[in-house]
């Protein structure tokens, strides 16, 4: 199934370049890096620096999976 969906989301130009995690070379210490990047930045040029974090990890498990299949099966 995730192989279905990583390829309807590219095929269909859905993600965009900073979601790291999942996609073949953007690993989640690729968004690290960035973040520290962005952060440092921000400090060297004297900014205030805040974030807020959620985890959504869990997010599909509420997601009736056959679901989600039927809808995969009709975008093909």
Same mark, same amino acid.
């Given at each position: 199934m995730?192989?279905?969906?990583?390829?309807? @989301?590219? !095929?269909?130009? &859905?993600l965009?370049?900073?979601?790291y995690?999942f996609?073949?070379k $953007?690993?989640? /210490? #690729?968004?690290?890096q960035?973040?520290?990047?962005?952060?440092l930045?921000? @400090?060297? !040029?004297?900014? &205030?620096?805040?974030?807020i974090?959620?985890?959504?990890?869990?997010? $599909?498990?509420? /997601? #009736?999976?056959n679901?989600?299949?039927s809808?995969?099966?009709?975008?093909?």
């Amino acid at each position: 199934m995730q192989s279905r969906l990583l390829k309807h @989301l590219h !095929n269909n130009n &859905i993600l965009c370049s900073e979601q790291y995690g999942f996609q073949m070379k $953007l690993a989640t /210490e #690729n968004a690290t890096q960035k973040l520290m990047n962005e952060i440092l930045n921000a @400090l060297n !040029n004297k900014l &205030i620096v805040g974030g807020i974090f959620c985890d959504l990890e869990r997010a $599909l498990i509420c /997601e #009736n999976h056959n679901r989600l299949i039927s809808k995969l099966e009709t975008w093909e």
